[in-house]
């Protein structure tokens, strides 16, 4: 059974930075395209980054582009997304998923298997 399970999430200041995890079960990272998405309230969900770790080719979201990136712990099967420069706009419930795509794919519908969620609120 594959379970992705993201953790980091809180509330920080605007210009500060975060680092949110997902751990994996069931399934190695490296196999996948693997992306993160977010959904603030009241509005839809809406991609960030994705990355095809067989030749890292990442693919970002205007908004968070110089500003996130995604990293990969293959020890710990875990997957990164380092976040600075946070402003009030990146408040959200951040998801990580995992496409059989391969290259990184902006389609949320491309992906087959999410995480919960975890809440990350910035603060003036």
């Known amino acids: 059974q594959v379970r992705l399970v993201e953790s980091g999430g809180r509330l920080v200041q605007a210009g500060g930075s975060l680092r949110l995890s997902c751990a994996a079960s069931?399934?190695?990272?490296?196999?996948?395209?693997t992306g993160w998405f977010r959904q603030a309230p009241g509005k839809e969900r809406e991609f960030v980054i994705a990355?095809?770790?067989?030749?890292?080719?990442?693919a970002y979201a205007d908004s968070v582009k110089g500003r996130f990136t995604i990293s990969r712990d293959n020890a710990k099967n875990t997957v990164y997304l380092q976040m600075n420069s946070l402003n009030l706009e990146d408040t959200a419930v951040y998801y990580c998923?995992?496409?059989?795509?391969?290259?990184?794919?902006?389609?949320?519908?491309?992906?087959?298997?999410w995480g919960q969620g975890t809440q990350v609120t910035v603060s003036s």
């Open positions: 998923a995992t496409s059989w795509k391969t290259t990184p794919t902006t389609q949320s519908a491309q992906y087959h298997y």
């Open positions: 990355i095809s770790w067989s030749d890292l080719n990442t």
């Open positions: 069931g399934l190695t990272f490296g196999t996948y395209v």
